[in-house]
């Protein structure tokens, strides 16, 4: 299958400074790519819609302003997490499908955020 | 999209089938059913999905009942590797493969 990879697999920061996460889908272009978060214990939230070279779509709820994300071109988008917080602290996933209607969708390993 | 209710638990010996229900009693006609798992501490992974009839793949078998509003995502022989949080999820045909709407899913443990 399709491979999606990110990095870094983990980060930590302190309080008040950013962090960027990179998603590339390593065989296949990908003009959408999925940005979900997860806490410990629970399951997958969407975050947002990152469209290359649009706008990113944020789900209700999700600060655009804390949550910066950038689709540059066909195989990376990234997520910055800016004047992060402890709370901010979670497990983030991309994920992307091969063609925008298709039937399967490729994750990330996952990038695990610890804010201290 | 429609809700799907899993247990939260369950539990398989090594080498036995496991048998993973799933609960859809207001799905639509044009909504698919796909189960994904997850490994501690992993992304996600795609295992199979359906409409209507059963389906079979080499990881697992879909049986979904006549009327749609259940399905049954079926392992045939379990392993250690296959313990994971395993999420049942209805997805239109329209909507993109990545937009997901995850519940809380069933965390599988395999015994010894």
């Known amino acids: 299958g399709a491979v999606v990879s990110q990095h870094p697999s983990r980060v930590i920061c302190k309080s008040g400074t950013s962090v960027k996460i990179e998603c590339r889908s390593l065989?296949?272009?990908?003009?959408?790519m999925f940005w979900y978060r997860q806490f410990p214990k629970k399951s997958l939230m969407l975050m947002a819609t990152s469209n290359e070279g649009s706008k990113a779509t944020y789900e209700q709820g999700v600060e655009k302003d804390k949550f910066l994300i950038n689709h540059a071109s066909l195989t990376l988008s990234t997520l910055t997490v800016t004047s992060a917080h402890p709370e901010d602290s979670s497990f983030y996933i991309c994920s992307a499908s091969l063609q925008p209607r298709n039937t399967e969708a490729f994750f990330g390993q996952g990038t695990r955020l610890t804010v201290v | 999209d429609a809700k799907t209710t899993q247990p939260t638990s369950m539990d398989c010996a090594e080498g036995r089938a496991a048998n993973l229900p799933c609960n859809h009693s207001?799905?639509?006609?044009?909504?698919?059913v796909y189960w994904y798992r997850q490994i501690h501490s992993q992304g996600p992974q795609y295992i199979i999905h359906g409409l209507k009839n059963n389906e079979t793949n080499e990881m697992a078998s879909l049986i979904i009942t006549e009327d749609r509003k259940s399905s049954t995502l079926i392992l045939p022989h379990a392993t250690l590797r296959d313990t994971a949080v395993y999420y049942c999820i209805l997805r239109r045909r329209e909507t993109s493969g990545s937009r997901l709407t995850f519940g809380e899913g069933t965390q599988l443990t395999v015994n010894p």
């Open positions: 065989d296949f272009q990908a003009t959408t």
């Open positions: 207001t799905i639509s006609g044009n909504e698919y």
